[in-house]
């Protein structure tokens, strides 16, 4: 590929909001440098989305493949920010146009209770880790961590992510149960048909397996659950009280389907702990007050369990050279993640939206890309077609009055690109580098075992 003049962008994650945005940079000549911390791009995607949802995971994937595997788009896997290489320096030394951080949100939200993180993997689990372990422990070299599942689990959480806490919780228990018992049942089967059916079909019950129902508590009512979409803020009584149904629809569906106990207006506070580990939480019990959970005083509700998983949300990992506010980046401007602090710094996806959703992840990446290139690079598309046209451009001002990088500095960035590439054994490669690291898939395992 000939280099020409023009603008370089790093970008800081390769997922859904981070692919997008090379994409349409790309789409206008941009050179764009892809750092992730991973040796795939895919984030969430791979190590959030639980693994019954295999076909909604290839899809996602193969777009995210084809949005890099693109000349303009340079892939630097196993790179982490601020521990390979930070923003000053290719700010600086690099001297990038602009930088993107689509580093999305891989913390937990710390529970609320003083000094309960002392008691991970004695007692309590977060859901991110959890979630990332019940993806890979099938996979025959897996080397991660090893989470122990327990009846009576309780979970703290609200939202769908919890949910799916819930599902993992119960299909691990009665899958491990029923293989236990001689029954051949994968984990597909029992999500898609629902374990009280295939429960149903074999005659049997959970107390006959020996198993206890996990619980969900939540610290707002059922009908303030974020699990399907709230009602216009002007709307009618009727129309709030059509979504308070369908969430009642959807919990008691759930509670139907794989067999657990929901538990709402409980906050807690407080932590049991006995021989060094978390053995139960103290609840206070809630009022809800303009869609606020307040802790109604001196309503101690005790709960006792072999296992705590926090399910409360996560936000991005904290970065020591970008100011925070509260749990997120400080913005100086939220529309277009514009990082406070820096002139060329923006954030995009999980990491401003704080929800783990693919659409809203593309839509914003897609968004701040094109905000960036019209606005701040000030590099239409007719200036990539004039670029390709002329053989005059040489690093001066383009038509809307941007300064571009010439030949020479673009040409110094991909030789850096190089250096750092062959220090991870990248050989450019896209494709085959995915093939190669790509995990191996439980629904593969299971079809070869039935050969």
Known sequence: MNIHPGH?????????????????????????????????????????????????????????????????????PNTRLGTDIGIRELEEEWGCSAIMLAIGAWSDRHLPVPGV????????????????????????????????????????GGGLASLDVVKIIMIELVQNALVNRGYNMDMFQLERVGINKVLDELKLSLADLGIDKCHLYYRRRVIDMPISPDAPPDAPPEKI?????????????????????????????????EDGRLVGLKFSRTEIVNGVAKPIPETNVEVKAPLFISSIG?????????????????LKDPAIGKVTGYSNVFALG????????IKESFHHGRIVAEWVMNNFLKWKIHDYQKLNESSKYQGS?????????????????????????????????????????????????????EK
């Open 8 to 76: 370089c962008v790093a970008i800081f994650g390769g997922a859904v909001s981070g692919a997008e945005a090379a994409y349409q940079l790309s789409q206008r000549g941009i050179y764009v440098v892809v750092f992730e911390q991973h040796p795939l791009p895919y984030g969430k995607i791979e190590d959030g989305l639980p693994k019954w949802h295999a076909k909604l995971r290839d899809q996602e994937e193969q777009k995210i493949d084809e949005k890099l595997n693109n000349p303009y788009v340079h892939y630097v």
């Open 117 to 156: 993180d002392e008691y991970v993997n004695k007692g309590l689990y977060y859901q991110n880790p959890l979630v990332a372990w019940f993806n890979h422990y099938h996979e025959p070299n897996y080397q991660g961590p090893n989470c122990q599942i327990a009846n009576n689990t309780v979970i703290i």
């Open 241 to 273: 009280e059509k979504v308070h149904q369908v969430r009642k629809k959807i919990i008691h569906h759930f509670q139907s389907k794989y067999l657990f106990e929901f538990h709402e207006q409980l906050l807690p506070y407080d932590k049991i702990v």
């Open 314 to 330: 996560s936000i991005p990992e904290h970065i020591p050279s970008i100011a925070s506010e509260g749990e997120i980046f400080r």
């Open 350 to 357: 999980n990491a401003v939206t704080g929800r783990g959703n």
């Open 397 to 449: 001002e383009n038509d809307s009055g941007s300064k571009m990088l010439s030949e020479e500095k673009i040409r110094k960035i991909m030789h850096r690109v190089k250096g750092l590439q062959q220090k991870v054994r990248y050989d450019g490669n896209y494709i085959e580098w995915v093939k190669k690291h790509r995990p191996v898939r439980l629904e593969n395992l299971l079809a070869s075992q």
